[in-house]
């Protein structure tokens, strides 16, 4: 009996600790910013990318329209018009998503225009969509909105000038589940990316960045310096393999996640910067705000508070 | 869907706490299965999470840049018009670094080297349509395989993008429809 209690105890441990949604709204934030940034940037080549007269019309997704498990609104569309008018309400709803209004249905918006997006061109997909669909399904299970939210700011000024109480956010033990899912989705992406390369020739001779840096798609920045400096891709090359494989076994503990996860930031920033890769960065350090602790963000956020406050006394 | 949950867990904790915890276990799992290495075992399991893994886009290996990086491809596109006259279209020169979209179009690309069917028509055909003015009778894609070079070669003055670096290969035409 006390066995089952204990393990119990640490069952309720891993999934099940009461808190707000307010890491989850800082995923939602950072999820909402990403697919802003990249379904407004193809707006021009909305038809181009995704209509029936585009590079990939229906009739080349026989695969996909013949199975009910990939859905994609878009498979309903007949006029342009009908593309025009999703993506416009699509767009509408990533902007209500990350400013936190209304969220209780643009979250459903945002979630099933991403999916359909995805598979009415697979030839454009790639991990960022399908790391922030997952992100997206996880929020989306969540009352999110409940902080740093319009929604939020506007209760708050109701009960205000109501001379009510301020609502305090609702915790419960099913919100940290599923920041917990977050977290283990991106522990799985790092070891399996890390696991994959084991494969490769060019991750064991420690050549793999050369090479990827090489590319003509990934060619960011010039890369004279590294080949002066040719060791200093080794060391990068090996680093990030360390990295991926470590990842899942050291961001648990509490003495080693600031360290792996400023690493990750530091890997990341490097993708971004080198590569090019500026959405997939973003998108990796969004989710990757999971693993951040309830006190560093409290702390953070004191900071923020001390700052503005003596601003504010400067100021006036 | 969890204010549900949370209202149940009002009532009967542990139900609620079952259901939460049921829903924990099947999604990591589905998360941990979808990129598994082929095996017998996860020949058996994977194709219970299938449905739930595509339903949300979630069905992926996360192999990025694995196993080896590729050291890239250039795509042209040859038109050849009713007087027989070739027209040749550098796609990946034209492509702006800067715009969103850059990345989801050379994804474009590499779809069509590696894999081309069953998208290549359709998108040699949109591409007839494109340069209609033209008026091309059939189109070729051409990709441009890139050669690993070497950091010496890299600090004497060679870039990847130099011919001498570059593997020609061509693939089979497809007809412009009338």
Sequence with gaps: MRALSAASSIWAQLWFQSETTRSLDIVRIGVGLCLLASYAGLTPQLLELYGDGGWVPREALSMYLERWEYPSLHYHFTEDWHWWAFHGVFLLACLAFTAGWQVRWAKWVVLVGHISYGYRNPMITYGVDTILASATFLVCLAPIGATLSLDRWLSMRAARRAGTPVPVPPSSPFHFTLRRLLQIQIAVVMLFSGLAKLRGDWWWSGDALWIALNNYEFANVPIGWLAAHYELVNVLTYGTLMLELGFAFLVWQRATRPFVLAAVVAMHVGIAVLMGLYLFSAAMLVCDSAFLRREWIDRLRAWIGRKAASRWRRET | ?178
Excluded: K, N
């Design chain 2, 1 to 178: 869907m969890l204010v549900a949950l949370e209202r149940l867990r009002a009532r009967r904790p542990a139900l609620a706490l079952g259901i939460g915890s049921l829903f924990a276990v099947w999604h990591a799992c589905a998360l941990l299965i979808a990129p598994a290495p082929e095996s017998r075992i996860q020949a058996a399991v994977y194709p219970v999470f299938r449905p739930y893994l595509a339903l949300l886009h979630l069905d992926a290996g996360w192999g990025f840049f694995a196993p080896d990086p590729h050291p890239g491809v250039r795509m042209l596109y040859v038109l050849t018009d009713q007087e027989g006259r070739e027209h040749e279209v550098d796609f990946t020169g034209s492509l702006e670094r800067s715009a969103t979209g850059f990345q989801r179009y050379t994804m474009m690309q590499d779809y069509l080297w590696i894999d081309a069917q069953p998208y290549a028509t359709h998108a040699a055909r949109y591409l007839c349509r494109r340069h209609a003015e033209l008026r091309p009778r059939q189109i070729a894609f051409r990709f441009l395989r890139v050669q690993p070079l070497t950091p010496e070669a890299y600090v004497e003055g060679h870039r990847p993008l130099d011919p001498e670096f570059l593997v020609v290969e061509d693939h089979e035409p497809v007809p412009c429809e009338p």
